[in-house]
T-cell receptor, first 112, second 112 residues
């Protein structure tokens, strides 16, 4: 089955700098890759996703890149702000499959 | 628009007592429904998922069970709680034809 590895487990950056979180997946059939943000004591919220027919997607300060050959995808947050502090999860699945496989999460801390 | 509700938000239960966590989804029909558990500082572990009324798939052997008595209702239960059942429980849903999973706000369970 699918296995998703996420790195780093913790990340601390200065406010205004960029943050990058990376994930690798094992099943070459996976074609859907969402990213979730989880604030303390709340459920994860989808922030961006990408499908395998594109290599990059942007939404304001957030971008996701996908390298199908290497089977890895990354989340990029630019101009980080204190409210970006949270735990971020990547995930992978096959289109139409019921289940998402999640990475272990990255705790991002933005230092003022 | 679709919304997901789960309750109770927090629960403190003694070892050996029963458990019932309830989740309902509004604004959609025939959703896939999921129960995840998140131990403190850890990733998301899929416990159960359901593609229809009365249809439950278990991902890991454990002290918990799930039921789906109605199309948009998903219940997580235990007859006798263990200390190891403590954690943050998340209900989630998605459409049968889609991938994006939407999470509820979670239920904190502490077994004492």
């Amino acid at each position: 089955g699918e296995n998703v590895e996420q790195h780093p487990s913790t990340l601390s950056v200065q406010e205004g700098d960029s943050a990058v979180i990376k994930c690798t997946y094992s099943d070459s059939a996976s074609n859907y890759f969402p990213w979730y943000k989880q604030e303390l004591g709340k459920g994860p919220q989808l922030i961006i996703d990408i499908r395998s027919n594109v290599g990059e997607k942007k939404d304001q300060r957030i971008a996701v890149t996908l390298n199908k050959t290497a089977k890895h995808f990354s989340l990029h947050i630019t101009e980080t702000q204190p409210e970006d502090s949270a735990v971020y999860f990547c995930a992978a699945s096959i289109q139409g499959a019921q289940k998402l496989v999640f990475g272990q999460g990255t705790r991002l801390t933005i230092n003022p | 628009s679709q919304t997901i509700h789960q309750w109770p938000a927090t629960l403190v239960q003694p070892v050996g007592s029963p458990l019932s966590l309830e989740c309902t989804v509004e604004g959609t029909s025939n959703p896939n429904l999921y129960w995840y558990r998140q131990a403190a500082g850890r990733g998301l572990q899929l416990l159960f998922y359901s593609v229809g009324i009365g249809q439950i798939s278990s991902e890991v052997p454990q002290n918990l069970s799930a039921s789906r008595p109605q199309d948009r209702q998903f219940i997580l239960s235990s007859k006798k709680l263990l200390l190891s059942d403590s954690g943050f429980y998340l209900c989630a849903w998605n459409m049968l034809s889609g991938n994006t999973i939407y999470f509820g706000e979670g239920s904190w369970l502490t077994v004492v």
